[in-house]
């Protein structure tokens, strides 16, 4: 047995000097007395690994933690307004960039690594997720006449399925107008719907030596320079596999390069997927296959909508919903690398929902997630000779 929580020891997980070192860069602890920023950081978590859902949960759900917070590395539970007014005003990069420091960290673990493919390209699937607000009470994410939203445009590791890049724009910035600021790497393969069927963003990609594997609109104007050989005893969901050159007068402008084209028969929903890629040497099979693993980033957008806090908010200001989406995507990192590291085969949500019953039960962690059902030995009693007389 062990005398620190469940949470305690997820919190020690979390590398403190580096989130020092961003604290004093960006100064966001200056003026503060009592609620620090990584008192604000561990309220936040508490809030989405408990899934609260208000302020007074967060600041209640602390309280009852009495006697253990010391090792949360905070002296007291904060109160329902002083996370309110932070949630407004302290400065939601900071938790953005620990974010991204932390990944570097535990996005490394060798239990994220897949091997699926057997290309040397590092593989990143690409789409964005609308989050919906009232309008009436987020009244600055501009969406509809009658709706308010913010969009998460993702690039994510195929690796670890964990985003590399994360930007959150309104809800009427379209995919492809949200894609142009991802960072881009030599050589690197982007696998995306259609939506990002821009000429002028592929060039992009091309012009920097990065690969896409992208489902084409049907009103693509094209004519085919060479048809390629088709296997002929395997991958018959394969129906075609040439080489094109765009004629529309603006796409033409745009990529003037020449493409090529794979479609390919999908069984499962009954019908024909056309792709274009910059890729001539990989096969059509492989091509195909990069494509289909597109699927896992929908599943991460499920997992970040029904597992953590992220449908409904605990602050109507922009600074706070943004806190509340990159602590949450913090807390998928954590879990991710719990996830990873356990011996027993957890999945995501029953990981979640067995951290949220037993946050603050006092039992050794790794012990825990490796083995979750097996009876934790009883206490030892100690037994003294009273004296009778």
């Not at 403190?16 to 100064?27: D, E, I, M, P, Q």
């Not at 997720?129 to 009658?146: E, M, V």
């Not at 990065?210 to 018959?236: A, G």
């Amino acid at each position: 047995m062990t005398n620190i929580t469940l949470f305690s020891q997820i919190i020690s997980k979390l590398d403190r000097s580096s989130f020092s070192k961003l604290v004093k860069a960006k100064g966001t602890d200056k003026h503060q007395k009592g609620f620090n920023s990584w008192t604000h950081l561990v309220s936040m978590l508490f809030c989405q690994f408990a899934k609260s859902q208000s302020v007074r949960d967060i600041s209640n759900g602390l309280r009852s933690a009495t006697g253990n917070l010391n090792h949360l590395g905070i002296q007291k539970a904060p109160s329902k307004s002083t996370i309110s007014y932070q949630n407004k005003h302290r400065d939601w990069t900071l938790y953005r960039d620990y974010y991204y420091v932390l990944l570097k960290s535990f996005g490394q673990h060798p239990h994220l690594k897949r091997v699926k493919f057997k290309i040397k390209s590092k593989i990143f699937l690409l789409d964005s997720t609308t989050i919906s607000l009232c309008l009436s009470l987020f009244d600055w994410a501009k969406y509809k006449t009658h709706k308010g939203a913010v969009k998460m445009h993702t690039l994510l590791d195929y690796d670890g399925n964990l985003p590399h890049y994360v930007n959150i724009s309104d809800g009427k910035t379209a995919d492809n107008k949200g894609a142009y600021d991802i960072p881009l790497i030599s050589r690197s393969v982007i696998v995306a719907d259609r939506f990002y069927n821009d000429f002028s963003l592929l060039n992009v990609w091309d012009s920097n030596q990065v690969f896409f594997v992208i489902r084409h609109k049907e009103n693509i104007q094209f004519k085919s320079i060479k048809e390629k050989e088709l296997p002929e005893n395997r991958h018959h969901h394969v129906l075609k596999d040439e080489i094109i050159e765009l004629t529309g007068a603006k796409s033409k402008t745009k990529y003037p390069k020449k493409l090529r084209r794979i479609a390919v028969w999908d069984d499962k929903n009954n019908q024909e997927i056309e792709l274009i890629t910059n890729q001539m040497s990989w096969t059509a099979n492989t091509i195909s296959q990069l494509y289909k693993a597109r699927w896992d980033i929908e599943i991460f957008f499920r997992d970040i909508k029904q597992q953590l806090h992220t449908k409904s908010f605990i602050g109507t200001s922009e600074n706070a919903v943004m806190i509340q989406i990159w602590t949450a995507l913090i807390t998928i990192l954590i879990l991710k690398a719990l996830k990873a590291n356990a011996k027993y085969n957890w999945y995501l949500s029953n990981l979640v929902a067995f951290i949220r019953l037993n946050l603050f039960v006092k039992v050794d962690l790794q012990k825990w997630i490796d083995s979750p059902f097996n009876e934790q030995p009883p206490p030892k009693q100690n037994y003294t000779q009273g004296v009778l007389f």
